[in-house]
């Protein structure tokens, strides 16, 4: 398996711009997870899905940021308008409740540089 | 409420010394536990995990992690580091059963290795 995708893996843009950031999770995998880490922050749970339905949103920051997951097999997470403080690298994990007790497993990230 | 802690954001450790990194953790119910790694720029990988059973577990690379019920610990060990083992390294507590990507994170804490 190739494991959780994430693109881009570096993303520049201007403050106020738009910002999608991609995901396919492991297949078969029905949980998905987005999570940020900062230097403040460390790593914190954003959202996650199950069975492509959002469950808990209270880790997204605000309403400029919004997740969706369309199919089982692909997931956004858009920030809109992007802010300076939105730096950061942006990490989707997937995982099965097949399995029980299995872990998350990781995507490489998106490293998000707002200037 | 479920927290982590890790004592010491920093670690140093001659190549061939022993690595002891600490994590204590705060949970309401039996926890799940977790060591992850991440090496510059890339994304997390699990060491090993706790779930039920026995409390002294193996994971990959040679490091091993015992759950203590009774210190609220879960320490990651490794008998002679390697320059390799250089890296961040995340302990992390979850739910468990079919929450186990739904993770709370420590700080983290970064292994530095001399020759």
């Known amino acids: 398996d190739a494991g959780v995708i994430q693109s881009p893996r570096h993303e520049v843009t201007e403050m106020g711009q738009e910002v999608t950031l991609r995901c396919k999770p492991i297949s078969g995998h029905d949980y998905l997870f987005w999570y940020r880490q900062t230097m403040m922050r460390g790593l914190e749970l954003l959202i996650y899905f199950n069975n492509n339905v959002p469950i808990d949103d209270s880790g997204m920051p605000e309403d400029r940021f919004s997740a969706k997951m369309p199919n089982a097999s692909f997931s956004t997470l858009k920030i809109q308008p992007s802010e300076p403080r939105d730096s950061a690298v942006y990490f989707c994990?997937?995982?099965?409740?097949?399995?029980?007790?299995?872990?998350?497993?990781f995507g490489q990230g998106t490293r998000l540089t707002v200037v | 409420a479920q927290s982590v802690t890790q004592l010491g954001s920093h670690v140093s450790v001659s190549e061939g010394a022993l690595v002891l990194l600490r994590c204590n953790y705060s949970s309401s119910v039996p926890p799940y536990l977790f060591w992850y790694v991440q090496y510059p720029n890339q994304g997390l990988q699990l060491l090993l995990k706790y779930t039920t059973g026995a409390t002294l577990v193996k994971g990959i690379n040679g490091f091993e992690a015992e759950f203590k019920k009774s210190e609220t610990s879960f320490h990651l060990t490794k008998p002679s580091a390697h320059m390799s083992d250089a890296a961040e390294y995340f302990c992390?507590?979850?739910?468990?059963?079919?929450?186990?990507?739904?993770?709370?994170f420590g700080q983290g804490t970064t292994l530095q290795v001399k020759p």
């Open positions: 994990a997937s995982s099965s409740r097949q399995k029980m007790n299995t872990e998350a497993f």
């Open positions: 992390a507590v979850s739910l468990g059963g079919s929450n186990t990507g739904k993770l709370i």
